[in-house]
């Protein structure tokens, strides 16, 4: 069975950080892009950032772009997301994704964790 648990969410201050990490129970996530996304109430679930297992190839949605920063560890099968600068509007249930391709396509990922809660307050 493949499993993906996020952690790392919580309540902070804007301009404050968190870090996220999402762990992957098969060894045969070294085949896949780790994406994150996150849905924010009464909206659409959006991209985030994508990792590429291998080459480390990675991808950011225009409004995380220079605060957020998408890393692996393959011996751990774990990503990670480094979120600077939090602003309100970053509040959301960030989930966790596995995808055969590098893709910010929600429909393309075939994997979902649970969601961790992300709370950004002004």
């Known amino acids: 069975q493949v499993q993906l648990v996020e952690s790392g969410g919580g309540l902070v201050q804007a301009g404050g950080s968190l870090r996220l990490s999402c762990a992957a129970s098969?060894?045969?996530?070294?085949?896949?892009?780790m994406g994150w996304f996150r849905q924010a109430p009464g909206k659409e679930r959006t991209f985030v950032s994508v990792i590429d297992w291998k080459f480390g190839i990675d991808l950011y949605a225009d409004d995380v772009k220079g605060r957020f920063t998408i890393t692996r560890d393959n011996a751990k099968n774990t990503i990670d997301l480094q979120m600077n600068s939090l602003k309100p509007e970053d509040t959301a249930v960030y989930y966790c994704?596995?995808?055969?391709?590098?893709?910010?396509?929600?429909?393309?990922?075939?994997?979902w964790g649970q969601g961790t809660q992300v709370t950004v307050s002004s």
């Open positions: 098969r060894r045969t996530f070294s085949n896949y892009a």
């Open positions: 994704a596995a995808s055969p391709k590098v893709t910010a396509s929600h429909t393309e990922y075939e994997y």
